[in-house]
C-alpha cells in the first residue's frame, strides 16, 4: 500500500530510515497531504533506528550503502519532492539521525512548509528553523565527538581480528557514518566500534553490522595506553591551569571512557599545590638535569657574513621588509637602468627585477635589442616598502627622506661602476639619480640629460606599464621604454662633448 | 633510557610551543590501501588537558638537547633540565601507535638544536620522510624548520609535512638578538621567505610535488621582552602579509625554573593572551588592520574584547542598521560574528531584520544593543558616553576561555 492510502485508512507510517522517510514524503506530498493529517511510527518503539528486529541497516549516511546483510529499498528517487535544495536535503537527513520520537513527523513538517513556499523554515529565525538547526547541530557534534573520543585498543595478534576495538555510548543515530570515518583513516588493519545499540566491523576491506554486541568499556589491557597518559600528564602545563575550560570542552559523560579521564583530578591538584608558578611538570623536575658545555662562541651557527646593505639602518624601511635587494650585473656595466625599490618577489628572492615587474622589462630589453646580462640593473631604495591589504603587500612609493637615505648606496654603486648612460626608471628613480627631490617625470621623458660624467635616460617604470589600464596607453608606455633603451645605447656612441647640464 | 621516560622529558619540554592545529591539510585517506591514516581539512581535538589546551597532535622535540642559549627556553644550554633523545624509529613508532589508537591526528615535531642546523634539520625530515615513505603514513605532519638549515633541507622537509612553522620567537629584533644570541631574524625571515615561495610556486604549478599543503606558521613569545600589544600586533601583520602566514601563535612566556635573570619571573595575565588572539582573529578574519585596533603604542584593553573596544571608539558607525549596512560591516559591530552576519544578511533577501531575529541567532545582545538599529529597535539615540558604556559591557572579572581559536585555522 502505498503512504498516501496508508494515511486516507488512518494507519501509522513505519519508516526506520532517512531513505525509508524521503520516499514516503514524496509520495503524501505529491498527494498533498498536510502533516496533520500523517501519523508516523518507526518499527519497533521511540523512533530508534536500532530497537526491534530485524535491526535495518545502520542508515547510510551521505555515503553509498556499504554495510552488508539489508538491502535498502531498492529504488530511490532521484531527488525528493521537487525543488528542494541540496543543502536543505542534508540537513534533514542530518536531523533523521537525531534521537527523538516525532523526528519522521517533525521533518514532514519542515519539508511541507517549503513546498508551502515558507522559505525560511530552513532559516534559524523561524521556530521550526531553529528546531531543525539545533538537531543538525547535535547531531554533528555528536559525530566529532565520536571522531575524537573514541579510543582503539591493541588485541593480541593471535586473537584474531579486529585488531581494534572500541566502545562509545553516542546519543544520536550516527555510526555509520562514523564509521566511514574510521574505515578511511585505519587502512588495511581491522577493527570493532560497539556502542550500546549497534556495533560496525571492519575486516580490512568491507563493514558488517553487527547489532548489540557488548554492554559496557571493552575491558582489555593495552599497553600502548600507558604511553598516552604519561603523553598526557606531561604536555600539561600547570602553570596554566583551568579546570572548567577543560570541563567547558569535554562534556563529562565522555570522561568515563576516556583512559586519561582518570587522571585530571590529580594533575588538576597537584597544579594547585604549589606547581602552578612553573610549568614544569613534577616527575620532570625532579630528576637530575644537565647542561651543555659549550662555550657561547663555538654554538654560534655558521652564517654567511651579512653584507653591509643588509645590515643598513639609514631608514625604518629594514623593519618590514626581509632583506635589502642591492644590484646585479657587470662591474663596469657602461649602461646602468635604475628602478625604484624592489617588489613583493623580489623582496623574497633578494634579486631586482624578478617578478612581474622585471618580465615586462625583459620584453622591453629584447625589444630594443639590449642585453639584460651586460646593464647594471638596480633600485634607488634598496629595500621593500609595502603596506598590508589583506594578506597581500601593496608597493607604496618610497617618501623623500628615504630616497635621500638610500641615495648612499646608488652613489656607491654609482661610483664603482661610473655607468656612461644611466636610465631612470620612473619618478623615484630620477629623484634619486639626479638628487632632486622635486623633478619630476614628465621634465625629463624622451630627453637626455648630462648628469657629472654620465648621459641620464628618464623611461617610465614597468610597473607603470603593467598598471596603466588603458590598453592603447600601455602600448604607448611600453614604446617609450624601448625608445629610452635604444637612445641609451645611441648615447653609448656619442663622442664625449661636453654639453650644459639641462636640468633645472 | 626508557621510551616512556623520553616522552616525558620531551613532551613536557615541548609544550611551549603553542600551536596544535592540524587543520588545512588535503583530503586524503587510506581505505583499501597499505598504510594508514586520513586528513579532511578540519583538523580533530581528541583530547584536552586540565590547562584547557587541546591534544589533537603528538607534540614532542626529538631532543632537548641544545647548543643555543635561547634566554626564554627551558632548554637552553645553561639550563639544568633532564636531557632525552629520540631515535627517529622511535618518533616513528610512538605516532604510528597513538594514531592507530585514535589519540592523535598526526604529529608536531621540533627539537633543539644539536650539532648544527643542518644536521637537526636532517634528523627532523628523517623522521617525516619515514613515516610517509616506509609507513605510508596519511596523518598529518607538522615540522618545525630550523632557520639556518640549507634550503634544500627546508625544500625536502615541505614535500613530506603538511605544515612548516619558522618562529619569529620574539617581536622585534633587539629581543631577538638580546634574548636568543644564536638566532637572528635575518635568516628567520629568509626561511619564512623561501617557504612562502615554494608555496607560491606551487600554488601556480599544481602539477609540482607537494610542498607543505597546510602552510606555514609561525609563533611569538609575549610578554618575555617589554614589547607592547601594539608593537606585537604590527609584527604579526607584517608577518602575515609578507609571508602568507596561516597562523601567528602568541604564547605567553611560562616562567621556567632556575629562569635567567633577563627574563621576568612571572608571567604575562594569561588574558593578555587571550586579548592578542581575539585581535589577530579580526585581523584575518573580519578585514581589521593592525592601526584600527591598535592606533597608538600600548596593550589592547583587558576589560573589553578588541572589537568592542574598536566600536566603543569609533562611535560614529554606531548604531548600524542591519537592514542597510555592508555585510562586512556588520561583522564588525560587538556581538555579532561572522556567521550571523552572514545569516542576517540572508535572512535581509527574505524579510526584514527584527529584534527577535538576533536573539534566535544567539547574538549577545547585552553587547549589541547599543550598536545596532532593525526594523522595530532603535537604541537611545546616542544617549550614553563611551565609558559607561564600557563599565556596563565590560567583561566580568574571570579566569577566561583561553583557546577558543586555536582550533580555527
Ligand atoms: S631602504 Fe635603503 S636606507 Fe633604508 S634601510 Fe634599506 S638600504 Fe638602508
Redesign the pocket.
Given at each position: 500500500m502505498n503512504p498516501a492510502d496508508a494515511v486516507l485508512q488512518g494507519q501509522a507510517l513505519q519508516v526506520a530510515t532517512f531513505a525509508e522517510w524521503r520516499e514516503a514524503a514524496r509520495e503524501l506530498l505529491q498527494a498533498g497531504i498536510p502533516p496533520e493529517a500523517v501519523t508516523w511510527g518507526s518499527p519497533g518503539d521511540g523512533g530508534d533506528l536500532f530497537s526491534g528486529a530485524p535491526a535495518p541497516a545502520a542508515a547510510p549516511h551521505n555515503a553509498p550503502v556499504r554495510l552488508q546483510q539489508p538491502k535498502p529499498a531498492p529504488h530511490q528517487p532521484p531527488h525528493v519532492p521537487p525543488h528542494v535544495p541540496r543543502s536543505l536535503l542534508d540537513m534533514l537527513q542530518a536531523a533523521a539521525c537525531y534521537r527523538e520520537p516525532d523526528r519522521w513527523a517533525f521533518l514532514y513538517r519542515v519539508i511541507w512548509r517549503w513546498q508551502q513556499g515558507e522559505h525560511d523554515v530552513q532559516s534559524p529565525a523561524d521556530p521550526d528553523g531553529a528546531r531543525l538547526q539545533a538537531m543538525v547541530k547535535a547531531v554533528r557534534r555528536e559525530e566529532h565527538d565520536m571522531h575524537a573520543y573514541i579510543r582503539f585498543r591493541e588485541r593480541p595478534p593471535e586473537a584474531g581480528p579486529p585488531r581494534f576495538v572500541a566502545w562509545f555510548e553516542p546519543r544520536h543515530d550516527v555510526l555509520p557514518q562514523v564509521a566511514e570515518h574510521f574505515v578511511s583513516r585505519m587502512g588495511k588493519l581491522s577493527w570493532m566500534i560497539a556502542t550500546p545499540e549497534a556495533s560496525v566491523l571492519w575486516d580490512g576491506a568491507t563493514l558488517h553490522n553487527c547489532g548489540p554486541l557488548m554492554s559496557s568499556a571493552a575491558d582489555l589491557d593495552d599497553s600502548g595506553e600507558a604511553l598516552w597518559l604519561t603523553y598526557y600528564r606531561s604536555i600539561f602545563n600547570p602553570a596554566r591551569v583551568n579546570a572548567s575550560l577543560l570541563q567547558s570542552h569535554i562534556p563529562s559523560r565522555f570522561w568515563k571512557n576516556l583512559p586519561e579521564g582518570a587522571l585530571v583530578p590529580s594533575m588538576v591538584s597537584q597544579a594547585g599545590l604549589g606547581a602552578r608558578r612553573i610549568g614544569q611538570v613534577q616527575t620532570v623536575g625532579r630528576r637530575s638535569g644537565a647542561t651543555i658545555p659549550i662555550a657561547p662562541e663555538a654554538a654560534q651557527p655558521e652564517r654567511e657574513q651579512p653584507s653591509k646593505?643588509d645590515e643598513?639602518?639609514?631608514?625604518e624601511?629594514?623593519q618590514s621588509a626581509t632583506q635589502?635587494v642591492g644590484g646585479e650585473g657587470p662591474k663596469k656595466a657602461r649602461i646602468m637602468v635604475v628602478g625604484e625599490q624592489p617588489g613583493d618577489q623580489e623582496d623574497l628572492a633578494g634579486a631586482p627585477f624578478v617578478g612581474p615587474a622585471g618580465k615586462l622589462l625583459d620584453r622591453v630589453f629584447e625589444e630594443a635589442g639590449l642585453d639584460r646580462k651586460s646593464v647594471y640593473l638596480t633600485n634607488a631604495?634598496?629595500?621593500f616598502k609595502w603596506e598590508p591589504r589583506g594578506k597581500r603587500r601593496l608597493h607604496k612609493t618610497p617618501a623623500q627622506r628615504?630616497i635621500e637615505?638610500?641615495h648612499?648606496?646608488l652613489e656607491k654603486e654609482l661610483a664603482a661602476t661610473k655607468p656612461k648612460v644611466i636610465v631612470a626608471m620612473g619618478a623615484t628613480a630620477l629623484k634619486s639619480v639626479l638628487q632632486q627631490g622635486n623633478v619630476t617625470l614628465k621634465d625629463k621623458l624622451g630627453r637626455p640629460v648630462r648628469h657629472g660624467d654620465s648621459w641620464v635616460v628618464t623611461i617610465y617604470h614597468p610597473s607603470y606599464v603593467l598598471r596603466v589600464p588603458d590598453e592603447a596607453a600601455k602600448q604607448e608606455a611600453f614604446k617609450v621604454m624601448v625608445a629610452g633603451l635604444r637612445l641609451a645605447q645611441e648615447l653609448l656612441e656619442r663622442p664625449e662633448i661636453t654639453e650644459p647640464d639641462t636640468a633645472r | 633510557m626508557e621510551l616512556s621516560d623520553k616522552l616525558e622529558i620531551l613532551a613536557d619540554a615541548a609544550k611551549y610551543d603553542a600551536s596544535c592545529a592540524s587543520s588545512g591539510a588535503p583530503k586524503r585517506g587510506s581505505e583499501g590501501k597499505d598504510g594508514l591514516g586520513a586528513t579532511n581539512g578540519m583538523g580533530i581535538c581528541h583530547s584536552y588537558t586540565p590547562d584547557g589546551r587541546c591534544v589533537s597532535l603528538l607534540k614532542i622535540l626529538l631532543t632537548n638537547f641544545c647548543i643555543y642559549d635561547c634566554q626564554y627556553c627551558i632548554n637552553r644550554r645553561s639550563s639544568n633540565v633532564p636531557r632525552a633523545r629520540f631515535s627517529v624509529e622511535e618518533v616513528v613508532k610512538l605516532t604510528h601507535d597513538f594514531y592507530v589508537r585514535n589519540y592523535i591526528d598526526g604529529l608536531f615535531l621540533s627539537s633543539g638544536i644539536i650539532r648544527s642546523a643542518d644536521y637537526t634539520m636532517e634528523q627532523l625530515v628523517a623522521v617525516a620522510r619515514q613515516l610517509r615513505e616506509v609507513h605510508q603514513f596519511r596523518g598529518y605532519i607538522h615540522l618545525k624548520t630550523i632557520p639556518d638549515a640549507d634550503p634544500l633541507l627546508i625544500e625536502e622537509a615541505g614535500r613530506w609535512a603538511d605544515r612548516l612553522s619558522v618562529n619569529i620567537e620574539l617581536p622585534t629584533h633587539d629581543s631577538v638578538t638580546r634574548l636568543a644570541p644564536e638566532k637572528n631574524v635575518h635568516t628567520i625571515k629568509l626561511a619564512m621567505g623561501s617557504i612562502r615561495r615554494k608555496l607560491d610556486e606551487k600554488a601556480e604549478e599544481p602539477k609540482a610535488p607537494s610542498f607543505a599543503p597546510a602552510g606555514q606558521s609561525t609563533q611569538m613569545i609575549v610578554g618575555a621582552d617589554a614589547s607592547d600589544d601594539h608593537t606585537i600586533l604590527n609584527t604579526a601583520e607584517t608577518l602575515y602579509g609578507s609571508y602568507k602566514l596561516k597562523r601567528v601563535y602568541y604564547s605567553a612566556f611560562s616562567p621556567i625554573p632556575q629562569s635567567p635573570r633577563s627574563v621576568p619571573a612571572a608571567p604575562p595575565p594569561l588574558l593578555r593572551e587571550h586579548r592578542l588572539y581575539q585581535a589577530d582573529f579580526l585581523l584575518r578574519g573580519y578585514g581589521f588592520t593592525a592601526s584600527e585596533l591598535m592606533p597608538a603604542s600600548g596593550n589592547l584593553a583587558l576589560d573589553v574584547d578588541p572589537k568592542l573596544a574598536w566600536a566603543l571608539a569609533n562611535r560614529e558607525h554606531f548604531p548600524m542598521d542591519l537592514n542597510r549596512a555592508d555585510a562586512s560591516m556588520i561583522a564588525r559591530i560587538p556581538g555579532i560574528g561572522l556567521r550571523n552576519a552572514k545569516r542576517l544578511v540572508e535572512l535581509r533577501r527574505l524579510r526584514r531584520i527584527r529584534w527577535e531575529d538576533l536573539s534566535r541567532l544567539r547574538c549577545s545582545l547585552k553587547k549589541l544593543a547599543p550598536f545596532v538599529v532593525t526594523a522595530d529597535y532603535k537604541p537611545a539615540q546616542g544617549a550614553t558616553d563611551s565609558s559607561i558604556l564600557r563599565r556596563h559591557l565590560a567583561d566580568a572579572p574571570q579566569q577566561m576561555n583561553l583557546w577558543p581559536e586555536l582550533q580555527a585555522a
Amino acid at each position: 500500500m502505498n503512504p498516501a492510502d496508508a494515511v486516507l485508512q488512518g494507519q501509522a507510517l513505519q519508516v526506520a530510515t532517512f531513505a525509508e522517510w524521503r520516499e514516503a514524503a514524496r509520495e503524501l506530498l505529491q498527494a498533498g497531504i498536510p502533516p496533520e493529517a500523517v501519523t508516523w511510527g518507526s518499527p519497533g518503539d521511540g523512533g530508534d533506528l536500532f530497537s526491534g528486529a530485524p535491526a535495518p541497516a545502520a542508515a547510510p549516511h551521505n555515503a553509498p550503502v556499504r554495510l552488508q546483510q539489508p538491502k535498502p529499498a531498492p529504488h530511490q528517487p532521484p531527488h525528493v519532492p521537487p525543488h528542494v535544495p541540496r543543502s536543505l536535503l542534508d540537513m534533514l537527513q542530518a536531523a533523521a539521525c537525531y534521537r527523538e520520537p516525532d523526528r519522521w513527523a517533525f521533518l514532514y513538517r519542515v519539508i511541507w512548509r517549503w513546498q508551502q513556499g515558507e522559505h525560511d523554515v530552513q532559516s534559524p529565525a523561524d521556530p521550526d528553523g531553529a528546531r531543525l538547526q539545533a538537531m543538525v547541530k547535535a547531531v554533528r557534534r555528536e559525530e566529532h565527538d565520536m571522531h575524537a573520543y573514541i579510543r582503539f585498543r591493541e588485541r593480541p595478534p593471535e586473537a584474531g581480528p579486529p585488531r581494534f576495538v572500541a566502545w562509545f555510548e553516542p546519543r544520536h543515530d550516527v555510526l555509520p557514518q562514523v564509521a566511514e570515518h574510521f574505515v578511511s583513516r585505519m587502512g588495511k588493519l581491522s577493527w570493532m566500534i560497539a556502542t550500546p545499540e549497534a556495533s560496525v566491523l571492519w575486516d580490512g576491506a568491507t563493514l558488517h553490522n553487527c547489532g548489540p554486541l557488548m554492554s559496557s568499556a571493552a575491558d582489555l589491557d593495552d599497553s600502548g595506553e600507558a604511553l598516552w597518559l604519561t603523553y598526557y600528564r606531561s604536555i600539561f602545563n600547570p602553570a596554566r591551569v583551568n579546570a572548567s575550560l577543560l570541563q567547558s570542552h569535554i562534556p563529562s559523560r565522555f570522561w568515563k571512557n576516556l583512559p586519561e579521564g582518570a587522571l585530571v583530578p590529580s594533575m588538576v591538584s597537584q597544579a594547585g599545590l604549589g606547581a602552578r608558578r612553573i610549568g614544569q611538570v613534577q616527575t620532570v623536575g625532579r630528576r637530575s638535569g644537565a647542561t651543555i658545555p659549550i662555550a657561547p662562541e663555538a654554538a654560534q651557527p655558521e652564517r654567511e657574513q651579512p653584507s653591509k646593505l643588509d645590515e643598513c639602518r639609514r631608514c625604518e624601511l629594514w623593519q618590514s621588509a626581509t632583506q635589502a635587494v642591492g644590484g646585479e650585473g657587470p662591474k663596469k656595466a657602461r649602461i646602468m637602468v635604475v628602478g625604484e625599490q624592489p617588489g613583493d618577489q623580489e623582496d623574497l628572492a633578494g634579486a631586482p627585477f624578478v617578478g612581474p615587474a622585471g618580465k615586462l622589462l625583459d620584453r622591453v630589453f629584447e625589444e630594443a635589442g639590449l642585453d639584460r646580462k651586460s646593464v647594471y640593473l638596480t633600485n634607488a631604495v634598496k629595500h621593500f616598502k609595502w603596506e598590508p591589504r589583506g594578506k597581500r603587500r601593496l608597493h607604496k612609493t618610497p617618501a623623500q627622506r628615504e630616497i635621500e637615505a638610500c641615495h648612499y648606496w646608488l652613489e656607491k654603486e654609482l661610483a664603482a661602476t661610473k655607468p656612461k648612460v644611466i636610465v631612470a626608471m620612473g619618478a623615484t628613480a630620477l629623484k634619486s639619480v639626479l638628487q632632486q627631490g622635486n623633478v619630476t617625470l614628465k621634465d625629463k621623458l624622451g630627453r637626455p640629460v648630462r648628469h657629472g660624467d654620465s648621459w641620464v635616460v628618464t623611461i617610465y617604470h614597468p610597473s607603470y606599464v603593467l598598471r596603466v589600464p588603458d590598453e592603447a596607453a600601455k602600448q604607448e608606455a611600453f614604446k617609450v621604454m624601448v625608445a629610452g633603451l635604444r637612445l641609451a645605447q645611441e648615447l653609448l656612441e656619442r663622442p664625449e662633448i661636453t654639453e650644459p647640464d639641462t636640468a633645472r | 633510557m626508557e621510551l616512556s621516560d623520553k616522552l616525558e622529558i620531551l613532551a613536557d619540554a615541548a609544550k611551549y610551543d603553542a600551536s596544535c592545529a592540524s587543520s588545512g591539510a588535503p583530503k586524503r585517506g587510506s581505505e583499501g590501501k597499505d598504510g594508514l591514516g586520513a586528513t579532511n581539512g578540519m583538523g580533530i581535538c581528541h583530547s584536552y588537558t586540565p590547562d584547557g589546551r587541546c591534544v589533537s597532535l603528538l607534540k614532542i622535540l626529538l631532543t632537548n638537547f641544545c647548543i643555543y642559549d635561547c634566554q626564554y627556553c627551558i632548554n637552553r644550554r645553561s639550563s639544568n633540565v633532564p636531557r632525552a633523545r629520540f631515535s627517529v624509529e622511535e618518533v616513528v613508532k610512538l605516532t604510528h601507535d597513538f594514531y592507530v589508537r585514535n589519540y592523535i591526528d598526526g604529529l608536531f615535531l621540533s627539537s633543539g638544536i644539536i650539532r648544527s642546523a643542518d644536521y637537526t634539520m636532517e634528523q627532523l625530515v628523517a623522521v617525516a620522510r619515514q613515516l610517509r615513505e616506509v609507513h605510508q603514513f596519511r596523518g598529518y605532519i607538522h615540522l618545525k624548520t630550523i632557520p639556518d638549515a640549507d634550503p634544500l633541507l627546508i625544500e625536502e622537509a615541505g614535500r613530506w609535512a603538511d605544515r612548516l612553522s619558522v618562529n619569529i620567537e620574539l617581536p622585534t629584533h633587539d629581543s631577538v638578538t638580546r634574548l636568543a644570541p644564536e638566532k637572528n631574524v635575518h635568516t628567520i625571515k629568509l626561511a619564512m621567505g623561501s617557504i612562502r615561495r615554494k608555496l607560491d610556486e606551487k600554488a601556480e604549478e599544481p602539477k609540482a610535488p607537494s610542498f607543505a599543503p597546510a602552510g606555514q606558521s609561525t609563533q611569538m613569545i609575549v610578554g618575555a621582552d617589554a614589547s607592547d600589544d601594539h608593537t606585537i600586533l604590527n609584527t604579526a601583520e607584517t608577518l602575515y602579509g609578507s609571508y602568507k602566514l596561516k597562523r601567528v601563535y602568541y604564547s605567553a612566556f611560562s616562567p621556567i625554573p632556575q629562569s635567567p635573570r633577563s627574563v621576568p619571573a612571572a608571567p604575562p595575565p594569561l588574558l593578555r593572551e587571550h586579548r592578542l588572539y581575539q585581535a589577530d582573529f579580526l585581523l584575518r578574519g573580519y578585514g581589521f588592520t593592525a592601526s584600527e585596533l591598535m592606533p597608538a603604542s600600548g596593550n589592547l584593553a583587558l576589560d573589553v574584547d578588541p572589537k568592542l573596544a574598536w566600536a566603543l571608539a569609533n562611535r560614529e558607525h554606531f548604531p548600524m542598521d542591519l537592514n542597510r549596512a555592508d555585510a562586512s560591516m556588520i561583522a564588525r559591530i560587538p556581538g555579532i560574528g561572522l556567521r550571523n552576519a552572514k545569516r542576517l544578511v540572508e535572512l535581509r533577501r527574505l524579510r526584514r531584520i527584527r529584534w527577535e531575529d538576533l536573539s534566535r541567532l544567539r547574538c549577545s545582545l547585552k553587547k549589541l544593543a547599543p550598536f545596532v538599529v532593525t526594523a522595530d529597535y532603535k537604541p537611545a539615540q546616542g544617549a550614553t558616553d563611551s565609558s559607561i558604556l564600557r563599565r556596563h559591557l565590560a567583561d566580568a572579572p574571570q579566569q577566561m576561555n583561553l583557546w577558543p581559536e586555536l582550533q580555527a585555522a
